[in-house]
């Protein structure tokens, strides 16, 4: 008897409130919530089906397709483009890799090679979501994927609190429909969101003697799914979250030590599934400047992005800044959003009297997670105090667990609204005053945007619409609320909610584009041609798509990275100042450049050579042979009629940028052709001490407001001081062409008439003849150039004797020598790189800081390369172990009598 009593008192709270309701109509449906669960996300991302337009960030961040149409609204479809340079190249091989029998734990695409899965992000482990990206649109099945995992989690998860089907239902819709889903698809924080309420559930079972194998499971799960996902930064948020749950859950628990002994066996499960993971991350982190350079603890955003939290679009759709650094750092800087009638439901829910602890619990993180999002000095100082939280950009990726945080509670309400003991009153009012100070910060008229008029009315635009939007949300319940009562009443309310979170999660798939076309032809030609050496890119091809389309490519985009490529990088190869931390090698990203990008493959073409650079690609009307501009800062221009038969001749000194320039063989003029239609024949003719060189070029093949140029008959060298004289000279043809002429002291232009207009010169880009030049164009299109810099390294070569290298490949090769050498292998240096020659293992050595050299014998030399980290397998022994305690959790949960009765 004493024994039933004590069952009796240790059954969840959540069971009992869950037995004294009566029975809904889902509960004669109970598989239905589940199907719908599966079914809305399909229909979440119907708008973007129905329109042809796509959110595939192939087509906007690849940097080598053409053809992209127009979007119905002109913006970003998707808030960072890591969605596409990290999460989409670096996840297609990832799954290459695994659909090849290959652990993805190196990327030879990348740099000079770099570690795949210990770059975190790829999610390179994340089995068996990661196969998805093995596809072109395989980043719209991820996050279909991951929307219906996360909903159906957070389902379960409310259904362990107690609520009814209705009521979890919603929650879990709306955490499918959340903000971060509809902001960042594709982006590995979204492969961490499932995995919270799966943890949570987890510690709601360790409470329970009835599911203390269930508890076990669910809680590795949460954590080694978490680690996975591929972004620790999240990750870690949703852990801290945790954690204060189940200190909480903690305090009303029987037997402590068993409910903090099975959260400690499921965690420490948990990371040992992870574990191969973890060492990958760890490994590469440590050869890294991360922990130096990745110092996001102190940054918060400015106050009035939390108008976008409640009001989304409030400032327009993603990636509007109208010329705004404030506007764009406010609108574009949260991870999420919450909607004004989330904010009606969750009030009500934190008034509620339902789960008291967790609730409280739910009101402080919304509490500390809007203190560290915008800067609050309290918060602040108490969460950086934490280990490693000075390294994670919490205004951004804490969305998933404060949108958790709030639709909890509104659940919680829907519930109460059942047992009619939801009150409006007060909730309203609350929102109301969020909906006030929402508009106060968001005011177009606010002194602190600086707009002029144009760009106060598109603010103006967007806001009357985001509050139109929500206002005709909130009067919807309140119209419900007012005329409808009992079931109907919160199936209509439910329905209403969950309808404004899913229009708002359709309005960025409204800026997706209609599909465009990859430039096969140019890709072909670079696998055709490269074969194990390397290509630079000054624009077509971003960084990491070289990896997606599996071409070796000395740029990237990574993070962490390892510090000797860093180093080698700023110091032998870009020494533009945008290259500060070491984390982007890509000259047209922002501080960086593509005229220094260009300069340096000329000042260390040695360097570019070495580690193989055969060719190098830009924008089809870039030119990379040497040339220097005349005047280098324009200025306002005039335009000069030149008609047929007439000439003009420039007079000017060569300024002190000669001192490094080739021989002249080629002149450009800038000049415009009147809506292309000048014609006849341009002479332009480059005189200096008494020397002159000519070249002759037709007008017809010319374009408006560029550069016309000629090749001349003779090379011409310029000194810095020497004087020289261009005469311009159209000879033939029926209709004129502008030159434009720009200020420019210590120059003059004389007419053909001897008229002298001082001061004044035409825009002249000296260069030299194309079979004099550096670079050779191999291949154009509408898209790119293809240069080829001639000289340049195999991947494979030897020092100490003449070696004959056979066939070969990236991991391997057959080398003959008459004696003993060294074999130079062009791919990053560090640890985790196994060599064997003949089945021997031998020592891998850095060779010119940064790439690797193993010592070969004399004779046959059948040499194999192969990367995994140090200590990995440890770390596969600890995965194994941690799903052995998976397994047996699992089985003896079927197998044991108690498992079996509370089965």
Known sequence: MAGKILLLRSVNAAEVQRVAQPPEHLDRH????????????????????????????????????????????????????????????????????????????????????????????????????VLLLATQNGIVWLELSLQIFAGIAMFCLLRRLGLGRLGSLTGGLLFAFSGTFAWVPGETILNVIPFLPLLLHGIEDARDPDHPRRAIVLIALGIGGSLLAGFPETAYIDGLLA?????????????????????VIGGIAGLLIAAPQIVAFIDFTLTSTVFRSHRFGTDYINYRGF????????????????????????????????????????????????????????????????????????????????????????????????????IIPACFALEDLRAGTMKLRGPLVVTLAILGLALWF??????????????????????????????????????????????????????????????????????????????WPAIHYLKAHLGLRRFYTLGPIDPNYSAYFELPDLNYIYLPVAANWADFVHRHLFTDGGFDQG?????????MSITDGARDVMRFQHDYRYLGVRYILTSPGTSLSPSLEIPASPGIAMAFALYPGQSITMHGIAPPGFATMPPIGRIGINQGNYGNTATGLMSISLCSGGICARGTGDLGTSRDNTLFTVVLARTLTLRPGAQYHITIDHRTGSSPDAIWLYPASGGSVTTGDGHIIPARTAEIAFSVRPDQALFRKVYTDKLMTIWRLAGAEPFYTTTGAACRIGAHSVNAAIIDCPAAAALIRRELFMAGWHATDNGARVAVHVHHAVVQSIALHAGRNIVRFRFSPPYAGWAWLGFWLGALVLMWQMVGRWISPKGRHAQ
């Not at 798939?509 to 209609?514: I, K, P, R, T, V």
């Not at 984390?583 to 501080?591: K, L, M, V």
Request: positive net charge.
């Open 442 to 519: 968001a005011s177009p008229w606010a002194p602190v945007w600086h707009w002029n008029e144009g760009d106060r009315a598109i603010m103006v635009f967007w806001l009357v619409r985001a509050v139109a939007f929500e206002l005709a949300a909130l009067l919807l319940v309140l119209a419900v609320w007012r005329g409808l009562h009992g079931e109907v009443r919160r199936w209509c309310l439910s329905f209403i909610v969950v309808l404004n979170a899913l229009a708002l999660f359709i309005v960025p798939q409204l800026s997706g584009h209609a599909p465009g076309k990859v430039d």
């Open 243 to 263: 954690l204060l749950w189940a200190i909480v859950r903690s305090f009303q628990v029987r037997d402590v030590r068993r409910f903090i002994a099975r959260i």
């Open 30 to 129: 109970p598989r239905m919530p589940i199907l719908i669960l599966i079914l809305a996300p399909f229909l979440g991302h119907a708008a973007s089906w129905l329109t042809g337009l796509s959110s595939n960030p192939i087509w906007t961040e690849s940097g080598a397709v053409t053809g992209i149409g127009r979007s119905i609204i002109y913006a970003l479809d998707f808030s960072d483009t890591n969605v596409g340079w990290t999460n989409q190249a670096l996840g297609h091989l990832a799954a290459q890799d695994w659909l090849h029998l290959v652990i993805p734990w190196w990327n030879p695409y990348s740099g000079i090679g770099l570690p795949l899965a210990g770059e975190m992000q790829p999610a390179a482990l994340f089995l068996p979501f």
């Open 307 to 406: 108008a976008v939290t409640v009001l989304p679009y409030v400032f327009g759709p993603l990636g509007m800044g109208a010329g705004s650094t404030l506007l764009l750092g406010v609108s574009a800087s949260t991870g999420g959003y919450v909607g004004l009638l989330l904010v009606l439901f969750g009030a009500a829910g934190l008034m509620s009297q339902r789960d008291r602890p967790i609730t409280a619990l739910l009101a402080a993180w919304l509490v500390i997670s809007i203190g560290k999002t915008f800067g609050f000095p309290p918060v602040m100082l108490l969460l950086n105090a934490l280990p490693l939280m000075r390294d994670v950009v919490f205004s951004r990726y804490s969305s998933p667990s404060w949108e958790l945080a709030l």
């Open 583 to 591: 984390n982007i090698f890509f000259a047209p990203f922002p501080p």
